[in-house]
C-alpha cells in the first residue's frame, strides 16, 4: 500500500439514528487505516468523535473487496469499517445507510435504483424507501443485511436461549439467545423499561460461555405489536446495546436485527415479519424477508465536513 503522508485528512461526520462515524474518501486506497489512527479520529475528546470509522475505497483495491466483485461485479465500492478502539469489523448495519448517504454526496451513486456495496460480512445491497407515517426523518434507505441464523440451533430456539449475561445493575444474570447477523450478537429479555434502565453498559456485559471473538449485547423490552394500515402485524421493542469494541451506543443496526429476530423466536409461530426497534438515537425497521434474509431500514444523516490536522491529532493523545 503507499501512504500519503499529508498534514491533513479531509472526513466527513454522519450517524444513523444517531450510531455515529468519521467517513474517508480513500477510494483508491492510499491512506494506511492503522489502528492508532482510528482510535485518534474516533475520539471525543481529541479527535473528531465516533462510534467507528467508515473508509470507501474501490473494491479492486483491496483484498476482501476483491472478494466482494467475484460474488457480484457491481459492488464496485468496499465499505471498510472499523470499530473506535481500531479494531476491524465485519460490517455495520447503520453505517451501510450512512455510507451510501455519502456515496451520494460524493456524486459515486444518485440515490436510484439498488446500490451493491462490498463488506467483510458479504455484499449488501441498499435502496432509497419511503419514510413509515408518524416518523419524522427526511430519507430512508433499506438495506437486505444478508442471512441471519441462531448459533445454538434447534435447541436454543426450544430453550429459548443459549447463553448467560450477567450485565452490572441488575441483579441477577439473564438468559440470552445468541444471533448472528454478519456479526455476533446476544439478546436479552427484560421484565420492563425501568430495568431497561437501571441496566449499567458502561461496563461489557458478561457473557458465558465466552464467545471466542467477542460479541454485541441487546438489552430488549417487548413492546407488543400493532395493525398497519395495510392490516399485517408489526411487532415493537426497546432496545439499549453494548457494541464489541465499542461500548454502549446510541444505535446498532445489526443489533436491532438480531433484538426482532430474538423477539420473533421467543414469540414463536404466528409472529410478526415487521418490527420497530426503537434506541436511544431513533427508530428503525427490521424486516424478516424470505431465504433466510433479513432488512433494516432507517434514516442516514451527513451533518459536517473537516479537515483533521493529522500532526495535532496524534499529539492530543
Known amino acids: 500500500m503507499t501512504v500519503v503522508a499529508a498534514p491533513t485528512l479531509h472526513v466527513t461526520k454522519g450517524h444513523g439514528t444517531q450510531n455515529d462515524f468519521v467517513l474517508l474518501d480513500d477510494r483508491d486506497a492510499l491512506v494506511e487505516l ?59 448495519g447503520n453505517g451501510v445507510r450512512v455510507f ?13 435504483g439498488e446500490l451493491a456495496l462490498g463488506t467483510r460480512a ?14 419524522g426523518d427526511d430519507v430512508w434507505y433499506a438495506v437486505d443485511m444478508g442471512t441471519w441464523h441462531l448459533p445454538g440451533g434447534s435447541q436454543a430456539v426450544r430453550d429459548g436461549a443459549d447463553a448467560e449475561v450477567a450485565v452490572a445493575g441488575l441483579e441477577v444474570a439473564r438468559a440470552g439467545l445468541s444471533v448472528d447477523v454478519g456479526n455476533p450478537h446476544v439478546v436479552l429479555a427484560l421484565g420492563d423499561e425501568d430495568e431497561l434502565t437501571a441496566a449499567d453498559l458502561t461496563r461489557a456485559p458478561e457473557v458465558t460461555p465466552v464467545p471466542p471473538n467477542g460479541t454485541n449485547v441487546e438489552l430488549v423490552v417487548p413492546l407488543g405489536e400493532h395493525e398497519a394500515p395495510d392490516g399485517s402485524l408489526v411487532g415493537r421493542v426497546r432496545m439499549r446495546v453494548h457494541e464489541r469494541g465499542v461500548g454502549e451506543t446510541r444505535s446498532c443496526g445489526t443489533g436491532a436485527c438480531a433484538a426482532a429476530l430474538a423477539v420473533r423466536t421467543w414469540a414463536g409461530a404466528g409472529a410478526p415479519d415487521v418490527w420497530l426497534v426503537d434506541v436511544p438515537g431513533g427508530t428503525v425497521r427490521v424486516t ?30
Open 34 to 92: 492503522s489502528p492508532a489512527l482510528v482510535r485518534g479520529l474516533a475520539d471525543r475528546r481529541a479527535g473528531v468523535g465516533g462510534d467507528g470509522v467508515i473508509r470507501v475505497v474501490a473494491s479492486e483495491n483491496v483484498p476482501e473487496g476483491v472478494s466482494a466483485l467475484a460474488d457480484e461485479p457491481a459492488a464496485r465500492w468496499f465499505m471498510d469499517y472499523r470499530n473506535a478502539d481500531g479494531s476491524v469489523a465485519e460490517m455495520c
Open 100 to 112: 451510501a448517504a455519502y456515496l451520494e454526496r460524493l456524486g459515486l451513486w444518485d440515490g436510484t
Open 122 to 135: 458479504g455484499v449488501r445491497r441498499v435502496r432509497r424507501v419511503a419514510v413509515p407515517a408518524g416518523i
Open 288 to 317: 424478516v424477508l424470505p431465504e433466510g434474509h433479513v432488512e433494516l431500514a432507517g434514516p442516514a444523516v451527513l451533518v459536517a465536513a473537516a479537515d483533521v490536522d493529522l500532526a495535532a491529532l496524534v499529539a492530543g493523545r
